[in-house]
């Protein structure tokens, strides 16, 4: 039986969401990978007890994760009612509808038909009445943007989910689809985007977009999968997600470009004390208006180092140049 611990808010730091009343964690943890039905049960199981007792209270999803589709929300679903139940109202859990999902025409995209019936699926996966978080996975060209921002007004006003977020939006279409939400009554409480060191381009105009409208900003991949750690630093590790034939990083992404800049970063974050994933965190995290830097996790080693990153955060001017030199 799980006992979470009885220090798990002393020394986690929480971050407020935008304008509203939500503080997330500084560090979040996501279930793309490493909670499918392809991975060890008890290893996420593990990663989610040591998670909650460091203060982590954000566990992200989307309908999708696995693989195969759906096994994340349905194993968190199981080690939630194991473990965490008891919890429920000290959680943020998010889930997420935009991607392939189910053939044929309901099942991909931004329309009312597919993030309704999406969320109604996630719920029943994960055994939960409603989810903190829902959020429209990516933009979709082809359906009003209206609809899709109506479809999560809708989940709000009918109970499936407190908050509703958006994913993947470029600034402008983030401006649109908040102003839609403002008149809906159901504000934008949050945006998730690719951001770290290797994937800066919500600094341009996007992060300042977020400021301007009051929406707090989620992180995902801040160590760009695994390439701003050790983890590739001597080429490609058995067990690694590059390793993997169903994970998203393939061996061809990790070119000698990019492990030489992390090299170079290695060197710096050893200075400052860090290893060089908890300097890529802290990085991120420079800038208030990242609420949370959501990562990922294979073993609880590296959940414990990633949250251990809050130890140091701040940079000097000049070791902020020094990084915008090495990524040049
Ligand atoms: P990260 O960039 O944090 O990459 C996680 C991977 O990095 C781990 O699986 C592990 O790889 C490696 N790693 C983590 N910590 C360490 C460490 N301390 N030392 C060495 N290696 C480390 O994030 P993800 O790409 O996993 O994304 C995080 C979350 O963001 C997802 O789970 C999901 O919730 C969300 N997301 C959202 C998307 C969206 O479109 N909205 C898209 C993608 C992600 P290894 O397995 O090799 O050990």
Redesign the pocket.
């Known amino acids: 039986m799980y006992l979470a611990s009885a220090t798990r808010y002393r020394d986690m730091r929480y971050r407020r969401c935008g304008k509203s009343g939500i503080l997330l964690p500084a560090v979040s ?6 909670f499918g039905g392809v991975d060890t049960l008890e290893n996420g199981r593990a990663m989610l007890r040591r998670a909650f007792d460091l203060g982590i209270t954000h566990f ?3 309908n999708n ?1 696995g693989p195969p589709y759906g096994s994340a929300e349905q194993n968190f679903g199981l080690l939630f009612r194991q473990d965490l139940a008891p919890h429920r109202d000290e959680l943020i859990v998010s889930t ?1 509808a935009g991607y392939d999902m189910w053939p044929g025409p309901y099942g991909n995209w931004g329309s009312r038909k597919y993030l309704m019936a999406s969320l109604d699926q996630s719920l029943r996966r994960m055994g939960l009445e409603y989810v903190d978080i829902f ?1 429209s ?2 933009p979709d060209p082809e359906t009003p943007l209206e609809e899709t921002m109506g479809a999560l007004d809708q989940a709000v006003r009918s109970g499936k989910a407190l908050y509703a977020g958006i ?2 939006y470029g600034a402008e279409a983030t401006a649109k689809a908040a102003a839609i939400l403002r008149r809906l009554g159901t504000p934008c409480l949050i945006h ?1 985007m ?1 951001y ?1 060191m290797f994937v800066r381009w919500s600094e341009d105009g996007l992060l300042d977009c977020l400021k301007s409208e009051g929406i707090g900003g989620i992180a ?7 390439m ?4 590739y630093l001597n080429g490609i ?1 058995a ?4 390793a993997k034939p169903w ?2 990083l393939k061996a061809a992404d990790v070119d000698e470009g990019r492990v030489a800049k992390a090299r170079a970063l290695q060197e710096l974050a050893r200075e400052r004390g860090q ?1 060089l ?2 300097m890529a965190l802290a990085w991120v995290l420079r800038d208030g208006v990242i609420a949370s830097v ?6 609880v ?2 959940v414990e ?2 949250v251990a990153s809050l130890a140091k955060l701040g940079f000097s001017a000049d070791e902020l140049a020094r990084i915008d030199t090495i990524l040049a």
């Open positions: 943890l996501g279930l793309w990978h490493n992200d999803l989307a994760y997420k959020y996975h990516r994913s993947n998730q690719k770290s995902f991949s801040p160590l760009a999968q695994g701003l750690s050790d983890r590790q067990g690694s997600r590059a994970g998203f290893t994933a908890q959501l990562i990922g996790a294979s073993s080693e590296q180092q990633n």
